[in-house]
């Protein structure tokens, strides 16, 4: 077993190891809780539905949003049981007769936006505030409330007493509604009245409240020999959610599972965990299981061809589970009638503390939820140019020269790459911000080195910091107590990389002021400008805590137990190390920092990599459903470690990796230490070559990809993304996870098998592809079975679509700069095109001032004109670029036209066969209009005579 390296540890450390190490060599199940083991999630999964007895009182309109009480309708006599329970009654909060009424807020936000709480109502002393968590909603979105003024009621018919419906209106030709008895919350269309989402239409809702202890009360649970005192008891939430009109549902990740995901209950099920979302470093992880991984974001979209998409979000980071209930889970038993023709997927979501605070997308496209959601979380960052490029990352570039090995073989193979990394063994025994003198004696100018050749490097900072007096990092850390607590209050003292350590309070706004701090040139001693940061472990990964995390009795600021922040712990870490580098740069320098750890608003932050997958087909294949998953859930910047972080790849699979993993929003081949070396030249002379090919074809691309970034930034819509999102009507689409969209215009399919000589590729909508080597056209709306050459895997650019490329060959990005453009034109039916450019400097936030050059081109009626579409007052004065278009290339032209007008300047250019790609096998068969030079800052039209 080779995860750990034991050298310089404690002989307490290695026994410890020894022991652990026998215990895993690949991905073990019982190491980790499934729902039996976990009280909460059990009780709730054995709820029947109706089983919720709460009815709303009290309701009216106050500080502008709806509010009610939820109280029970019946009260059980005292002392009966729940015929519903699993027996531990102890433990059934809801039922005690001394439960309080349940405060509710509905409150309505612009763009369609519904957001629900629920909690314990404070002035009736509960026995500790529940948690809300902070710094994940932006303070913009509070701006977009809606002030509710009044309600309507409507009577349900046939129904008496308490049986009304209250409803407020909430925008965009939707209304909310809440209803009485039973109590549940929904969204309808005003127009209608047809359901879009819904909370609690089969009444599994369960709010356990806090109790004060009773003698005899055992609230302790045990889990291979780790105690959680769970001293404030019970406190779940459970509730089921549908989304009306679906067919499908995606999201929630972190899974290694389908985009579209699978019923866990219901009469064809076997049997199946929920969906996990608990942040848990995973051994091995295996390529198909609804386990939780490194990372957790509660926010489900459904999609279908009735309603449209729509999106459920509950902002809560303890431990949750969600079953997808398939079609007759209930057998009859809800209450929920609906026209049977009417589709609907119904969910059940079980989180372990905290309130409920939810939000529901109305859509009603794919692209509008998204919308929605990050209008909430927060736009993803506009990341440098660099990091849109290739990394090059191994555990671990062993010292200064090996540094300069590699990075020299780059150029000598004529490969480009843009980032050198260092893993932790770069550390002086894993103390981070501090180098191995030995191994790496001038850090600086290695880094200097690199820069000079446009190249950056990054150092791994992970959130366990060693106990060692000697280190100034601990020190200042626990003089100053900014480390977790253990339930007695003592620095939480666990084992990481370094033996044992403690770790940084990071919900405490001012530990991450002082963590940022660390990350100035003066205080992180090595680094220079060019030097980035990757953060690792931050679930965070304790190899001997339960779970390999941290105990949920662990005690944050405020008293806050680690259960009620655990998934969002990784996220404050990723906040903290960002804001140091911002903080660096003096505001002048965008952060890069990778996390393998996130929770929703991570997409803020910087980048996620799906961590330690297996060199296996199969990995590559879950790659694309795992990326395209983040990807709808505001992660828009993520990628798989190229070949696969354990074991060796047949060079085959590490070639289609490549070529997949061009495609991937981040780009960054990784292996683990005990792996082959496995720099793209040793595999022979052909397989360097397809993967330089590989390599140049994402440089090729880096202009769409930043374009698509800026989209990202704007709009919260993926760079990359599932076919549906960009053809929600098709639904031969909808459960397509082979394939995917990089932006509006190319389609990739991956090839997951060996020696594979065909591929199937649905090619959707009602317009031709063009293969983006040969150009040849294929049609839209059905399958091809294509050949697969092992040079590429197939690639398509849609028809009405234009794509900026440069076409230009360098080391790195930064040597791209100043490089000349080519646009490929290619036509749909109608003999039009549009596409999009964005350039700014690549680094700054002077973007955000508009200092950046935004063009449209259009190619209709025989002429390409190019537009300024950067909003009124970007005049070109704040960023402008000497950058010319060095080659149109039309696709789909139906004649071969003798020349071209550049109208401006009355130039008359010719028209010539060319290759599609530059140094592409394929001959000079595309038209081609060869050094238009037209300026990319400027407006121009050309004309095809
Ligand atoms: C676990 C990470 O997932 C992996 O990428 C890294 O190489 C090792 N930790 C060592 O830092």
Redesign the pocket.
């Known amino acids: 077993m080779t995860y750990f390296k034991t050298h310089n540890f404690s002989v307490l450390f290695f026994v410890f190891l020894i022991l652990f190490l026998a215990s895993v060599s690949a991905w073990k199940k019982d190491e980790f809780r499934n729902c039996n083991q976990t009280p909460f999630c059990s009780r709730a999964r054995s709820r029947k539905p109706n089983s919720c007895s709460l009815i709303a009182v009290d309701v009216s309109i106050f500080d502008g949003d709806l509010v009610g009480k939820l109280v029970p309708k019946n009260t059980p006599p005292k002392g009966e049981q729940n015929p519903d329970s699993n027996g531990d009654d102890s433990d059934h909060g809801s039922q005690d007769p001394a439960s309080n009424p349940l405060l509710l807020r509905i409150s309505a936000y612009q763009d369609g936006i519904l957001r629900l709480k629920i909690d314990e109502d404070p002035s009736l002393n509960p026995p500790k505030r529940r948690f809300e968590l902070p710094s994940v909603i932006v303070p913009e979105f509070l701006e977009k409330k809606l002030w509710l003024q009044r309600f309507s009621e409507e009577k349900i018919d046939g129904d008496s007493g308490f049986s009304s419906l209250v409803v407020v209106y909430l925008g965009n030709g939707y209304e909310a509604v809440l209803r009485k008895d039973p109590f549940e919350v929904f969204v309808r269309e005003k127009n209608g009245g047809k359901r879009v989402i819904s909370l609690n239409s089969h009444g599994l809702f369960d709010f356990e409240q806090l109790r004060v202890k009773k003698e005899g009360d055992n609230w302790e649970e045990n889990f291979r020999g780790h105690t959680d005192t769970r001293p404030y008891g019970p406190q779940s939430i459970s509730f089921d959610v549908s989304f009306h009109g679906a067919d499908y549902v995606y999201g929630i990740p972190e899974h290694a599972t389908s985009l579209a995901l699978k019923p866990t209950r219901g009469p064809e099920i076997d049997f199946s965990e929920p969906y996990r979302l608990f942040n848990l470093?995973v051994f091995e992880y295996l390529h198909e299981s609804p386990f939780g991984l490194y990372g957790s974001i509660p926010f489900m979209l459904s999609h279908g061809k009735e309603h449209g998409t729509t999106g459920f979000f509950w902002l809560n980071a303890a431990e949750m589970q969600i079953d997808v209930l398939g079609a007759g889970w209930d057998a009859g038993e809800s209450r929920l009638s609906l026209p049977s023709d009417q589709k609907r997927i119904d969910t059940l979501w079980m989180g372990e503390a905290g309130v409920i605070d939810a939000f529901f997308f109305v859509g009603p496209g794919p692209k509008d939820v998204v919308r929605q959601y990050v209008s909430v979380t927060g736009m993803p960052a506009m990341p440098q140019l660099f990091a849109t490029a290739y990394h090059q990352c191994r555990?671990n570039y062993r010292d200064e020269e090996d540094v300069y090995h590699v990075d020299s073989k780059f150029d000598e193979h004529d490969i480009p790459y843009d980032v050198l990394w260092l893993?932790?063994e770069h550390t002086d025994g894993k103390k981070y911000f501090t180098w191995d003198r030995v191994l790496f004696p001038n850090p600086e100018e290695m880094q200097n080195k690199l820069a000079a050749k446009g190249r950056r490097m990054v150092t791994?900072v992970?959130p366990h910091i060693k106990r060692d007096d000697s280190y100034y990092i601990h020190k200042e850390a626990s003089d100053k107590g900014h480390y977790v607590k253990d339930a007695s209050g003592k620095d939480y003292d666990g084992w990481c990389?370094p033996g044992s350590s403690s770790y940084l309070d990071m919900l405490s706004p001012e530990v991450r002021e002082w963590w940022a701090d660390k990350f100035s040139y003066k205080n992180y001693v090595g680094s220079t400008s060019s030097l980035y940061i990757w953060n690792?472990?931050n679930e965070p990964s304790v190899f001997n805590g339960p779970e390999v995390t941290m105990p949920r009795d662990a005690l944050h600021i405020g008293g806050v137990e680690h259960r009620e922040i655990h998934n969002a712990y990784g996220y404050y870490f990723h906040m903290g190390t960002a804001s140091g580098l911002e903080k660096r740069g003096e505001g002048k320098d965008r952060p890069f920092v990778l996390s393998?750890a996130f929770f929703a608003g991570s997409q803020r932050y910087g980048a996620i990599w799906t961590?330690?997958n297996t060199a296996e087909w199969e990995h590559l294949r879950v790659s694309v459903p795992m990326v395209l998953s983040m990807g709808l859930t505001g992660i828009i910047f993520s990628g798989a470690?190229v070949g696969g972080?354990f074991g060796n790849p047949e060079p085959e699979l590490l070639v289609r990796w490549y070529q997949l993993g061009a495609y991937y929003p981040f780009f960054r081949a990784?292996a683990?230490?005990d792996t082959k070396r496995r720099e793209p030249w040793l595999f022979g002379e052909r397989n360097t070559a397809l993967m330089r090919d590989a390599i140049h074809n994402r440089y090729m691309l880096l202009p769409y990809f930043y374009t698509l970034f800026r989209e990202a930034n704007t709009t919260g819509v993926p760079v990359m993304r599932p076919l549906w999102m960009e053809f929600p009507a098709d639904e031969a689409a909808f459960n397509n996870d082979e394939a995917f969209m990089v932006g509006n215009s190319i389609l990739v399919q991956g090839v997951y098998s060996e020696r594979a000589k065909h591929a199937s590729v649905y090619l959707p909508g009602g317009q031709s592809w063009y293969d983006m080597r040969s150009g040849t056209a294929y049609k839209g709306g059905m399958t091809h079975k294509l050949e697969v050459s092992e040079e590429s895997v197939p690639a398509f650019q849609k028809a009405g679509t234009i794509i900026p490329r440069k076409d230009r060959y360098r080391r790195s990005s930064t040597q791209m700069v100043h490089d000349p453009y080519t646009l490929v034109i290619a036509l749909n039916s109608s003999q039009s095109a549009e596409g999009e450019l964005y350039v700014d400097d690549g680094k700054s936030f002077e973007f955000q001032r508009g200092a950046f050059i935004h063009r449209r081109f259009i190619f209709s009626n025989g002429k390409l004109t190019s537009l300024n579409v950067a909003p009124v007052g970007n005049d070109g004065r704040l960023f402008t670029s000497d950058c010319v278009i060095e080659r149109i290339i039309l696709l789909g032209y139906p004649s071969r036209p003798k020349g071209a007008l550049i109208e401006a300047s009355n130039k008359e250019v010719e028209m010539e066969m060319g290759p599609l790609r530059p140094k592409g096998s394929g001959a000079a068969s595309v038209l081609t209009i060869r050094k238009p030079n037209v300026r990319i800052s400027d407006d121009w039209s050309i004309r095809i005579l």
Request: charged share 40%.
């Open positions: 470093d555990w893993d932790i791994i992970d990389w690792d472990m393998r961590g330690d470690d972080f990784h683990h230490h």
